[in-house]
């Protein structure tokens, strides 16, 4: 779903002569004798799309526009603006294509294409919904469709009011460069981090790493207060916060095309189906998705560049063979390798999150060495590696190292308190719900779906709502106003789903990896499927029961608890040990001696 700051919308011909131009109107406005054929935007919004189409697409796009213009602006060590910004640019063009597909459904606008009118005063692009606090999802609006395909000297602004109170919000950050470390001590191992998800996960290496005589820095770029590493306890990891404004700047990207139209600009276009998109009119968007600053989880041009300067300034006091990190795709992640390879340091990617088709925004991994949770995802990570000499690892994951220590008697007197004081009373029964920060459509129907299905079981459930890390935790307030049946709770953050899902008699989850540590537990997992949402597909290796209903949901409550799992179906999701933070410590040795060689 869009919000653009604008009335419904309907796409209505009008005229009737041969030109067969199209206007986007006001919904509200009735159709007159001029209109002859019209449909509204939400209709069009709400057609289905064949994802591998679109995908197919949304590549043939991104390749057009990297032949196009990506070689126009580089940061000063090389890395070309596209490579750099690609998965925010890459999402943009997600939302452009699926339009455009829609739009090639309707009958009349197949029939007699021609120029769209942009809706007057709606932005060219805007912003779609999301629970993450910090996380920003753009999207192109209809009237930025009609720009796109051609219509003539938009006068539209080029974000909604939304967006600009997100740039402004940033504007006051200090311009002037961030200062460079100087004081890091030599160390064999950089490692670089910007969500709690990333620390939890490097942090058990960097250790394992420090007790065979190791020495570390940690880097934390993040830009959330809810995100960042905690001080290590081991004296051999040093912390190293990058600077507050380092993030926070915004501006115009300079060598990117802002509007400024040649004569030669209708020649360049990128086809999706019979639609052109012209080439020069997407830069001019990406380049204005680019030059707005999204803190750590997409940063501005400006911000990039800042970044790489100070990054360059760790690697070269701190003189590290190796760097650790668990993105490398988005716009840090794909600078921080870009940096690390170019002063000759080893990369070293760990999958910190499970992966579905669609949870990844770009299939590509550009680290040396590549240490996957399971056997099922060597695959596909063979398929993204780019680095030529590409190594693929099956270790396991950090992060699930712990479990085996976790206490089941406390997390479950957690579960009791926390229902007790929130909705009044205990139940026999709980159920954890492992959320992810999805859209609010898609939260509300899967919390619905959840709460129906605890109210048809044999038994009385109370639900206990765990937010995700990067969540905000008023996107629950709607389940907390119900009639208090079953009775429900929202965890701690800070308490999160692994806090408390050894407690649990079930987990419900569709794309938490809550779900995988739930399953390593031996506690009963609930895939919740729905149309449009992802799922870890859990339920395809036996690991979990499918429930795509309330019905569903109450019939595998009712047949509690599930039979084991067998160990090479778990291997398949995630190997699992207790042994992993040591395993990747020792790969990451054994390939800079092999390096030095």
Not at 103 to 122: D, H, K
Not at 388 to 412: C, K, N, T, W, Y
Not at 455 to 476: C, M, N, Y
Request: aromatic share 4%.
């Amino acid at each position: 779903m869009s919000t653009t700051g604008t009335a419904p919308l309907r796409l209505a011909r009008i005229g009737t002569d041969a030109g067969h131009q199209w206007a986007l109107v006001e919904g509200t406005a009735s159709p007159n004798q001029r209109t002859i054929e019209w449909t509204t935007t939400a209709a069009l919004e709400a057609v289905p799309i064949d994802r591998q189409e679109l995908d197919s697409h949304v590549q043939a796009v991104m390749a057009e526009l990297e032949t196009y213009c990506a070689h126009r602006l580089l940061t000063p060590g090389g890395a070309s603006w596209l490579h750099v910004q690609h998965v925010p640019v890459r999402r943009l063009v997600g939302q452009l294509v699926r339009k455009l597909l829609a739009l090639s459904t309707w009958e009349p606008f197949v029939q007699n294409p021609g120029c769209i009118i942009p809706a007057p005063r709606e932005a060219l692009i805007g912003s779609r919904e999301t629970s993450s606090r910090e996380y920003r999802l753009y999207t192109v609006t209809w009237s930025g469709i009609a720009y796109l395909l051609g219509a003539l000297n938009s006068r539209n602004p080029m974000r909604s009011a939304q967006l600009r109170k997100l740039t402004a919000s940033r504007a006051g950050a200090s311009p002037m460069a961030s200062p460079v470390p100087s004081t890091l001590p030599q160390s064999d191992v950089v490692a670089l981090s910007w969500s709690s998800r990333h620390a939890d996960t490097l942090l058990p290496v960097l250790e394992e790493l420090g007790r065979d005589g190791h020495p570390s820095v940690l880097v934390d770029l993040a830009t959330d207060p809810a995100e960042r590493c905690p001080e290590p306890a081991a004296p051999s990891i040093r912390l190293c916060p990058a600077p507050p404004n380092l993030l926070s700047i915004s501006g115009t990207s300079s060598g990117l095309r802002c509007g400024n139209e040649g004569p030669a600009a209708y020649d360049k276009t990128a086809r999706v189906r019979e639609l052109a998109v012209r080439l020069d009119r997407l830069e001019h968007l990406a380049a204005t998705v680019v030059e707005a600053s999204g803190g750590s989880t997409q940063p501005s041009w400006h911000a990039v560049i800042r970044t790489e300067t100070w990054l360059d300034g760790v690697l070269a006091s701190a003189r590290p063979h190796s760097a650790l990190l668990c993105n490398d795709t988005s716009p840090l992640g794909a600078l921080a390798v870009h940096a690390a390879e170019r002063h000759g340091i080893t990369t070293v990617y760990v999958q910190h999150g499970a992966w579905t088709p669609k949870s990844v925004a770009w299939p590509a991994l550009h680290s040396r060495h590549i240490a996957v949770m399971g056997e099922r995802d060597a695959a596909p990570a063979k398929t993204w590696a780019r680095h030529p000499e590409a190594e693929i690892h099956v270790l396991g994951q950090p992060r699930f190292d712990a479990l085996a220590s976790l206490d089941q008697e406390q997390q479950r007197r957690y579960l009791d308190e926390l229902l007790l004081a929130h909705a009044g009373h205990q139940t026999e029964k709980i159920a954890v719900w492992a959320c992810q920060p999805f859209g609010p459509d898609l939260l509300r129907a899967q919390g619905s779906l959840a709460l129906e299905g605890l109210r048809k079981a044999e038994e009385e459930w109370g639900l206990v709502i765990a937010p995700h890390p990067a969540q905000d935790t008023s996107s629950f307030d709607l389940f907390r106003q119900g009639s208090g049946k079953p009775p429900v709770a929202v965890a701690d953050p800070g308490i999160g789903a692994r806090g408390c899902l050894a407690g649990a008699d079930a987990v419900l989850s569709a794309y938490s990896t809550c779900g995988i540590e739930a399953v390593l537990l031996g506690v009963p997992v609930l895939e919740l499927t729905q149309p449009g949402g992802p799922t870890l597909d859990l339920a395809g290796h036996g690991l979990a029961r499918r429930c795509g209903t309330a019905d569903d949901i109450a019939g595998a409550l009712s047949t509690l608890p599930q039979p084991q799992a067998a160990r090479g179906a778990v291997d398949a999701v995630c190997r699992w040990r207790g042994t992993s933070a040591r395993d990747i410590a020792h790969l990451v040795v054994d390939r800079s001696r092999t390096n030095l060689t």
